[in-house]
């Protein structure tokens, strides 16, 4: 597989980190992925969007032990963290999406360093995912 | 698989998917080919995982070995 993309709208904590864990198996191995967050998950891609990521619903509770069993495993277990690892790689791309970004409030000046940008839906489904080996929605 | 045959170890014990993959394919990295990577590994996803990375990689699982939860996988760089 050379290249992935992953469409995550999902922005619980413990439901990001499955895209995420996805991605650096493929980005080790040298597969090309490029991301698109879109809904709640765009916030992901600002510092204080990924900090205030939680556990939610009936595993609300549990937020602090499921990061310690992240940590546990070797990953880690702060998304920015994360993030920034996965972009070491040089595989990975994150876009925001850009009617994400407006309706959620994240525009060029709080996006993280490791986002490559805002952009425009048709451009990521028809330049990236439609032309990637491999496409998952979470 | 004898010590004297083995290039470099991978100790990933304790830690789970994605990691052990994650560093497993960093270390292959800094092997020559035909040198001996050594991955320890509790994660008994690495079961399927390593197989399958070298059926698809090239690389040759030489032998593998399990004793008391701890697996010991010894794969030749491509």
Redesign the interface.
């Known amino acids: 597989m050379k290249s992935m993309t992953i469409v995550i709208r999902d922005d619980a904590y413990d439901k990001i980190l499955t895209p995420l864990?996805?991605t650096?198996?493929a980005a080790?191995?040298?597969t090309h992925v490029d991301i698109l967050f879109v809904n709640w998950a765009v916030r992901a891609l600002t510092e204080d969007g990924a900090r205030a990521l939680k556990v939610e619903g009936r595993h609300a509770d549990q937020d602090a032990w499921v990061r310690e069993r992240v940590a546990?495993?070797?990953?880690p277990n702060d998304i920015n963290a994360l993030l920034k690892a996965l972009k070491e790689t040089g595989n990975v791309n994150f876009y925001a999406c850009s009617l994400a970004a407006a309706i959620f409030n994240v525009s060029e000046h709080n996006l993280i360093p490791e986002a490559s940008g805002i952009v425009g839906a048709a451009w990521f489904l028809n330049e990236k995912a439609a032309k990637a080996d491999h496409c998952q929605y979470f | 698989m004898t010590d004297s045959t083995i290039t470099s170890t991978l100790d990933t014990t304790g830690k789970c998917c994605p990691m052990p993959m994650v560093e497993t394919n960093r270390a292959i990295r800094a092997l020559r080919s035909g040198e001996v990577l050594e991955i320890v590994a509790t994660d008994p996803g690495t079961r399927t995982d390593i197989p399958s990375w070298c059926a698809r990689t090239g690389h040759r699982l030489l032998s593998m070995a399990e004793s008391d939860g701890t697996l010991r996988y010894y794969v030749q760089k491509a």
């Open positions: 864990a996805f650096y198996l080790a191995e040298g546990a495993a070797g990953l």
